[in-house]
Structure formats: structure tokens, C-alpha cells
């Protein structure tokens, strides 16, 4: 590599991975990502409603940055999720009222399309919207239409960018958290860890709810708090109708785009999310309720002709949105200290507009500290998926059986994960960087454990293939945090080995 600039990402959530993406283009930068967690993937961006949106629900005249670079993301993902193989659909979506009153504020989306250069945004009403999409209400009277809107997977986004990144000559370093950001005489020398100090040039703080404290700790920005806004979510069975065909949501609230009834990229129906600020310090509170329940059932209600029985729920989970003062991203780079850089309080569309965001801070990168970047010749654009034996054709599938008999061996029955999958995962996890292999990074890369039986049956299996790969003990796999939560196979342990009979 030429002599250059260390740059340290602070975060591997969909903003830092696309960033050290986007930086992993120059040979004269030596970029790491630096993790807290045992895995990629990030916090908000791995819960959240996955919608790409198209860009007229963002108030140009206050959130311009956010409008534009919402804009520009949905445009960049087209090229990007092909390129890396990411599952995504361009589905559209509609907005749904169901008051005549509620036509002026319609309109006021449509006013913001033109002034975002949203292409394709109009207002549709009753036989042109059933027509459109057989499962809303009948209640419904209109429905913005934006065409651009798509749904991707937002956890095999970042493993795809990370992985590309990695590919590319960038380092991951997981369980390192960021305590504190070190300068020398007004300059950025490094930032101390819990695995040591690190020496770096630049910082890009990328940490999600945590950016405030990572800023404040660079001593910018003290007035800058991020505070958590608990979104709760429901998914149905594969078998639960309606599917809409369709991104379908209720009119946007002062906090929130409304509540989103869609059909997920794994094909399921999912409803949600609430929207409830939580106390500052509250940022790790994921928990569900069933107050978010009955609203989220009451809201799609509105907007679906039926919704399907609680029976058919298979899983209740939560996200925290990094909400920043007056909504408004912090993305800069300070000269005080020099070389570290703030991109924090990505609430939504972040998702949206991670690949533009991206961009922005390269450019950002070279105006405040004129870097002069010279491109790697040999940079990769593209990444492969994981082969998935639920989207191969039978011949495709013998042929890969007589290969390799493992894409034969189903592991998880409800999904159609194969031993092979696993395998795989497991392997890409450690290619990036992945020091401690858990079941949940297997589960989000394989959907293993995803469906019906939400993992009943299968994770004991992936747990005792992980052992086996690691050479570790099978009641020390870890679950998402820690192994305490296989627990039915370190219950299972402990009895036996206290002696106690197991039927
Ligand atoms: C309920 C909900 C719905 C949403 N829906 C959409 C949507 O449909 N479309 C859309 O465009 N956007 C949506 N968003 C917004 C989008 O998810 C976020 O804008 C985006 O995920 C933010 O990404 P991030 O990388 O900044 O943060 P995160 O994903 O939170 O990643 C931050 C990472 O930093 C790490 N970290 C934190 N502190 C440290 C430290 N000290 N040292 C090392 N690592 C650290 C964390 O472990 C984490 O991995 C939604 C968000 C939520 C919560």
C-alpha cells in the first residue's frame, strides 16, 4: 500500500459498512472498522421496517441533507444490491388516508416529490388503489403512490458491504469497543479500546446510539444527545394472508412515516413499527409489549381489508431509532480536533441513504483535510451470495448434492437451510473477521431459524456444527450475547452432569 491515512470506523451498522466500502476504493488509505459487538450488522440496522424509500416524505425546506441524500441512496442501492448480490424488491408503495380531510396533507407529499425530484409520486383513489393492491381496506379512500420505493434485507446489506470491504483490503476488528477518542495537540492520534490503543489518523464515528457519548468523548459537539425511540414490530407465518404486493403504510405522524403493513423479502407479512421515545440512557431496551401489540393490530387494521389471527404471529421484536435533536443528521468533519468526523443520529431513512451518506463523507474527507485518493486499480465491486437450496431448481440442486452431499442434509425445516448453508456461514464469518462464530450470525445469514418453529428445532443442531467448527464446547456457543441463551442445551448439561435422568 502507499503511504497514507489511517482511518478507524467506529461502528459496523449500515453506515459504517458502507462507508468502509466506499473508502476501500483508495490504495493510499488503511481503513479498519472497529466493532463492539462479536458480529456485524449493527443495531438500528438490524431492526428496522427495511423499506428503501423514495425520498418525498423528507421535508426539503427542514431536513434538506435528509431529502437529498434519501434520494440519492435509493438510486445508488439499484446499482449497489446488484452488484453485491443483496435480496432487495422495487415494490412501490402507497400511503394510505382514509379521511377526505387527510387529502391536503396527501397533497403535501406530492409537493414534496416534485421538490425532491421524487419521479412517478401521485395520488390514487378507491377502484385504482384495490386494483393496485387487493389487500387494503375497503375503508381507504386514497393513497399517495411513489413508485421508487423498494424493500431490501437490511442485515445481508451490511454482511454484504462488510464482506466487499474486507475484500477490498479493509480490517475488521469486533468485540473492541470505543472508550474514547485520543488528540495531540488538536490532532486525532488514535482512540483507546478495551482491547488496547489503536493509532489512527482519522475517526469516523459511525456508533449509532452511541454517537453522542463517542462524540462528547472527541470533546465536540456537548450539546449533541441521542435519544432512543422504541419501534415494535410483528411478523405472521408464511402461510398468514393478506400479502400485500405493495409497501403499504398509514399517513406519517410528527415522529414517525406511520405504521407499515408489507410483505418482508422472506415473504412474510410484517406489521409495524410504534413509535415511543424512551429516556436518554435507555438504549438498550428492546423489550416488546402488548400495548404495541393491540396498537400495531388496531393501526394495520385500518389499512388491510383483514389481518390475520394473533395464532399466525411467529415473532415480536424491537428497534431503536438514534433519534437526533430536531431530527437533524450530524455529519461533519471538525478540524477541532483535526481528522475526526461525526456521522451520528442516522435516524431514518439512514437505511435509505447509507450508500449516498457514504459518499458524502469521502467528500467531506477530501474538502476539510484535502486528501488526495488515489483509486486501487484492482478494486472489486462485486460480491456472491450464499447459494440458498429454497431458490435452486431441481437440477441445479442435484448437481450441487453430487458436489458437496452436505446441500442435501436439511438443518432447518422451515426455512429449507442445509448443512452446506451453515457451513458457509460460518466460514465467511471468520474470512471477515468474526472472532466469536454465534448462532445468530448463522441464523441472520442463512434464515435458519427464521421461520415457524423460530429456531425450536434447529438450534441445537447449527449450535453443535458450530462447536464442531470451532472446536469449542457446545454449552460455551454462543446464542446472540451470550450462551446462556441456547439454554436448553446448557440446562440439558448441567442436569447430566449433576446426575439427573433425562427422559
Ligand atoms: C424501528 C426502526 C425503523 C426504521 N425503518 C427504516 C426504514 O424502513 N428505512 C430506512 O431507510 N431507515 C429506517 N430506519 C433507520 C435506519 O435503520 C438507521 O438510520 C440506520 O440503521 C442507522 O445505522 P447506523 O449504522 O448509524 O447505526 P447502527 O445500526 O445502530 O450501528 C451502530 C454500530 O455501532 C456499534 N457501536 C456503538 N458504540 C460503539 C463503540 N463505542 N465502539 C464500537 N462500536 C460501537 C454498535 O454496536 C452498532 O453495531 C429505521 C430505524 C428503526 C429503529
Given amino acids: 500500500m502507499a503511504a497514507g491515512r489511517r482511518v478507524a470506523i467506529i461502528g459496523a451498522g449500515i453506515i459504517g459498512a458502507a462507508i468502509a466500502r466506499v473508502l476501500s476504493r483508495f490504495e493510499n488509505l488503511q481503513v479498519y472498522i472497529l466493532e463492539e459487538n462479536y458480529d456485524v450488522g449493527g443495531s438500528a440496522s438490524r431492526a428496522n421496517s427495511s423499506v428503501i424509500h423514495p425520498g418525498h416524505e423528507e421535508d426539503p425546506d427542514n431536513q434538506p441533507l435528509r431529502a437529498r441524500l434519501c434520494v440519492e441512496g435509493n438510486a445508488l442501492w439499484r446499482r449497489w444490491c446488484e452488484e453485491l448480490e443483496i435480496p432487495v424488491k422495487w415494490v412501490g408503495e402507497l400511503m394510505l388516508f382514509e379521511r377526505n380531510e387527510d387529502e391536503k396533507e396527501a397533497e403535501k407529499y406530492v409537493e414534496w416529490a416534485r421538490r425532491n425530484n421524487v419521479a412517478g409520486v401521485r395520488i390514487l383513489y378507491g377502484e385504482d388503489l384495490f386494483k393496485m393492491d387487493s389487500s387494503i381496506s375497503r375503508n381507504v379512500k386514497g393513497g399517495v ?14 454482511v454484504a458491504l462488510v464482506e466487499n470491504a474486507v475484500d477490498n483490503g479493509v480490517r475488521l476488528l469486533t468485540e473492541t469497543r470505543v472508550k474514547r477518542i485520543i488528540a495531540r495537540n488538536n490532532n486525532i492520534v488514535g482512540v483507546e479500546t478495551s482491547t488496547g490503543f489503536i493509532e489512527t489518523d482519522i475517526v ?45 403504510h398509514t399517513m406519517p405522524t410528527p415522529i414517525t412515516k406511520g405504521v407499515y403493513a408489507l410483505t418482508t423479502i422472506h415473504g412474510n407479512l410484517m406489521i409495524g413499527p410504534t413509535a415511543e421515545d424512551l429516556p436518554y440512557e435507555s438504549k438498550i431496551d428492546t423489550s416488546t409489549s402488548l400495548k404495541g401489540l393491540n396498537q400495531l393490530v388496531k393501526e394495520a387494521g385500518r389499512i388491510l381489508r383483514r389481518t390475520p389471527p394473533r395464532s399466525k404471529i411467529i415473532k415480536f421484536f424491537a428497534g431503536l431509532r438514534p433519534e437526533p435533536p430536531d431530527g437533524k443528521w450530524l455529519i461533519k468533519a471538525y478540524s477541532q480536533p483535526y481528522g475526526f468526523v461525526n456521522v451520528a443520529g442516522i435516524r431514518s431513512p439512514g437505511l435509505t441513504a447509507a450508500p449516498a451518506i457514504a459518499n458524502y463523507v469521502l467528500s467531506l474527507l477530501r474538502e476539510t483535510y484535502g486528501l488526495r485518493l488515489i483509486e486501487k486499480k484492482g478494486w472489486k465491486p462485486s460480491r456472491r451470495r450464499i447459494s440458498t437450496v429454497n431458490e435452486m431448481d431441481y437440477s441445479t440442486l442435484d448437481k450441487r448434492i453430487s458436489e458437496n452431499p452436505d446441500y442435501g ?22 474470512a471477515i473477521g468474526v472472532k466469536t462464530i454465534t448462532f445468530d450470525g448463522v441464523k441472520l445469514r442463512t434464515t435458519a431459524g427464521f421461520g415457524k418453529c423460530q429456531a425450536s428445532r434447529c438450534r441445537i443442531r447449527i449450535a453443535l456444527l458450530i462447536s464442531e467448527a470451532v472446536g469449542i ?31
Fill in 473 to 503: 464446547p457446545l454449552h460455551s456457543v454462543i446464542m446472540k450475547k451470550s450462551s446462556i441463551g441456547i439454554g436448553g442445551i446448557k440446562t440439558l448439561w448441567i442436569e447430566s452432569k449433576e446426575g439427573v435422568k433425562n427422559d
Fill in 145 to 158: 403512490y411513489a413508485p421508487t420505493a423498494g424493500l431490501i434485507s437490511p442485515f445481508e446489506a451490511v
Fill in 204 to 248: 469516523i464515528n459511525a456508533a449509532g446510539l452511541n454517537a453522542d457519548q463517542v462524540s462528547h468523548s472527541a470533546g465536540v459537539e456537548p450539546w449533541f444527545r441521542i435519544k432512543p425511540r422504541k419501534g415494535e414490530y410483528v411478523i405472521f407465518d408464511k402461510d398468514a394472508e393478506p400479502k400485500p404486493s405493495l409497501v403499504l
Fill in 409 to 430: 442434509e436439511i438443518i432447518c425445516f422451515c426455512n429449507n437451510v442445509s448443512r452446506a448453508e451453515v457451513s458457509e456461514a460460518v466460514e465467511r464469518m471468520r
